[in-house]
């Protein structure tokens, strides 16, 4: 299973971006982004599970919105009203339904500066 990851990039405080991130095979209990900032542990930034419940970082409540499409084994992380502290290198992150198995993806460079 590989994950690949796009979408990262420049952008203005209060622009938006969107994450895509794409399995080569694989059936997921859940799917999620997961951010480092320099000097900082990787964090959660939002879940999304099979059932379609998700789960959101405090910071990303109102601002972002995961989203899953089975059939294509993608998620999207759409992020609007970015700020500075967004800033940070984003990871999707897969876990297998059978195996427990979990996938990271290559990460994606996002950077939120005027």
């Known amino acids: 299973v590989q994950l690949q990851a796009s979408g990262g990039g420049l952008v203005q405080p209060g622009g938006s971006l969107q994450l895509l991130c794409a399995a080569s095979?694989?059936?997921?209990?859940?799917m999620g982004w997961y951010r480092q900032a320099p000097g900082e542990q990787r964090e959660l930034v939002a879940n999304i599970e099979s059932d379609g419940s998700t789960d959101y970082a405090d910071s990303a409540k109102g601002r972002f919105s995961i989203s899953r499409d089975y059939a294509k084994r993608t998620v999207t992380l759409q992020m609007n009203s970015l700020k500075s502290e967004d800033t940070a290198v984003y990871y999707c992150?897969?876990?297998?339904?059978?195996?427990?198995?979990?996938?990271w993806g290559q990460g994606t460079l996002v950077t939120v500066s005027s």
């Open positions: 992150n897969a876990v297998a339904i059978v195996t427990r198995k979990t996938y």
């Open positions: 095979s694989g059936i997921f209990v859940s």
